[in-house]
């Protein structure tokens, strides 16, 4: 029988630290030593087990259901590598996925200044990792 315990702080602060919790303004120190956090997520679960941590003194002062226009996620989308988020970034660019595609992958290697199957593969790698995560995010 092995017991591995995480250290007291670790176990509090970890429903905070959470993936799936997306901090959406950096944290407000008040002048009473109160911090003000405004945080999301796709599962309302997840947020309410912050209510749950003993040592936190929380107040809930709002949950409201929206729909996200605009933020920044750069922590949880999966790792491109850097010929891969270059390969992504001048296919979206130069207008590959639009319909009519506006650019095929020969021309876009000779931006990339690598052969066409190389640029491919790093494009398909890409999407690989991408498209699943987008999908699986779809709400």
């Given at each position: 029988?092995?017991?591995?315990?995480?250290?007291?702080?670790k176990q509090y602060y970890?429903?905070?630290?959470?993936?799936?919790?997306?901090?959406?303004?950096?944290?407000?120190?008040?002048?009473?030593?109160?911090?003000?956090?405004?945080?999301?997520?796709?599962?309302?679960?997840?947020?309410m087990r912050i209510m749950?941590?003993?040592?936190?003194?929380?107040?809930?002062?709002?949950?409201?259901?929206?729909?996200?226009t605009d933020i920044f996620?750069?922590?949880?989308?999966?790792?491109?590598?850097?010929?891969?988020?270059?390969?992504?970034?001048?296919?979206?660019?130069?207008?590959?996925?639009?319909?009519?595609?506006?650019?095929?992958?020969?021309?876009?290697?000779?931006?990339?200044?690598?052969?066409?199957?190389?640029?491919?593969?790093?494009?398909?790698?890409?999407?690989?990792?991408?498209?699943?995560?987008?999908?699986?995010?779809?709400?």
């Open positions: 029988f092995t017991l591995n315990e995480e250290p007291l702080e970890s429903p905070v630290f959470d993936p799936k919790i997306i901090q959406v303004k950096p944290v407000a120190q008040r002048t009473d030593g109160f911090e003000d956090w405004e945080l999301a997520s796709w599962d309302k679960e997840t947020l749950d941590v003993p040592v936190f003194d929380v107040e809930l002062i709002y949950i409201k259901q929206t729909k996200l996620l750069p922590h949880i989308y999966p790792k491109l590598s850097p010929k891969q988020k270059e390969a992504i970034e001048l296919a979206v660019k130069h207008g590959y996925y639009q319909y009519p595609r506006k650019i095929d992958l020969e021309k876009l290697a000779k931006i990339a200044k690598v052969k066409r199957q190389t640029f491919q593969e790093n494009l398909r790698r890409a999407e690989k990792k991408l498209i699943p995560f987008l999908t699986e995010n779809i709400s």
